[in-house]
Structure formats: C-alpha cells, structure tokens
C-alpha cells in the first residue's frame, strides 16, 4: 500500500526567506505526485503535480518541487517566501491503475513571521 | 469548466442523530468520487472511495457509509453519530491519472 511521509509538522520562516518542504513517499510503481496547499476551514488547493518528464516541477504562486525516485522524495520549495503563504501544505501520491486513491499526508503548517 | 459542490459547510449534530452529507460534481462524467475526514494532525484520512454508480470502497471500518446514487452524487451517512464522528470532511473527484479536486468542506461538530 502506498503512503507519505512529511516530517515536518510545523515550520516557521521569515518572511522572504526561503523554505524547503520535506514529502517522502512509499509506492511500487512509478507515482503520481502532488502539493496541496489548504487555508484554514477551506478545501485544498493543488499547487503543483507530478506525472512524469521532467522531474522539477513548476506550480502555483511561485512554488516548485523536484520528484526524487533514488529518494522516494518530493520536496516542495519556494525561494523568498510571502505572508500570505502560511497555511498547511500537504503532499499525496496518486495510485495509477485499478483503484485509483490519492494518499495524504500529515501536513506542514507553515507560519511566517515579519 | 467542472465544479464540486459540498453542503453544507457546517453542521452542529447530537449524538445518536443521523447524519447525511452530500456532493455534487458538474461538468464531468464518471469521476471518482471520494470522502476523506481530516483531524488536527493526522492529515487526510480516506474513509471511501468509489468509481462508479453503486460502487462503493471502504477504506476504514466506522460508524460511516456512503452511497453514490448517481453518476456525480455522492452521500456520507451515518445513522447514529459519534463524538469521535466530529471532524472536518472533504469530498473529491479526480478522472483517471489526474489530480484531485476538492470540494470546500464540512465542518462537524457532534454534541
């Protein structure tokens, strides 16, 4: 079965400073992955996604990730981060094939400080 | 365009009461559909899935069951609520080897 890992569960940065997001995934075959990024009580938002090519991704509000196989590894980065990015992000990995699931991780809460 | 439609985004429950949560998708046709519960540190939690009319998957044995009556509907229930039913819940959809779509949540709350 497949399943993700992030181990960060809070990270604080400051505000133009860069971020790494750590996603370690757990899948047989080759993944789909993706970063969803989730403001409080709404519903979650996709920031970027994997399917294959290329293995640096490029998403939304400046956000990219690079897929990892020799890793298992799906890192989420920013260069200078903005206020307005605090929020919780989560990775997931997408089964291919029959069943089709999406399995999240346990989320980062990010918090940016001035 | 396709949309997602989750209703109702709060609901204040007591326990033993019965519960029905539904969710609508347009402008696609036969999507998976699924129900995930998201709890404070614990990310999202995949309680069922499904591919097609009547075709339900359980991913986690609990107080909860879906249905999906038609192409683009699908409905959590329950018949008797728990507090431990409590929680945040999100309906997706996603075509084959594509990315998930996510509805805007329901808030629980069981008293």
């Known amino acids: 079965a497949q399943s993700v890992t992030q181990p960060d569960i809070h990270i604080t940065v400051s505000e133009g400073a860069s971020l790494e997001l750590r996603c370690n995934y757990s899948y047989g075959a080759t993944p789909y992955l993706f970063w969803y990024v989730q403001s409080p009580g709404q519903g979650l938002q996709l920031l970027l996604k994997?399917?294959?090519?290329?293995?640096l991704v490029q998403g939304i509000k400046g956000f990219e990730a690079e897929f990892k196989r020799s890793q298992s590894s799906f890192n989420l980065r920013k260069p200078s981060v903005h206020w307005s990015d605090a929020a919780e992000y989560f990775c997931a990995v997408g089964t291919t094939g029959g069943y089709q699931k999406v399995t999240f991780g346990t989320g980062t809460k990010l918090q940016v400080i001035p | 365009s396709q949309t997602i439609h989750q209703w109702p985004a709060t609901l204040v429950q007591p326990v033993g009461s019965p519960l029905s949560l539904e969710c609508t998708v347009e402008g696609t046709s036969n999507p998976n559909l699924y129900w995930y519960r998201q709890a404070a540190g614990r990310g999202l939690q995949l309680l069922f899935y499904s591919v097609g009319i009547g075709q339900i998957s359980s991913e986690v044995p609990q107080n909860l069951s879906a249905s999906r009556p038609q192409d683009r509907q699908f409905i959590l229930s329950s018949k008797k609520l728990l507090l431990s039913d409590s929680g945040f819940y999100l309906c997706a959809w996603r075509q084959e080897n594509t990315e998930a779509f996510f509805g805007q949540g329901t808030r629980l709350t069981v008293v």
């Open positions: 994997y399917f294959s090519g290329d293995t």
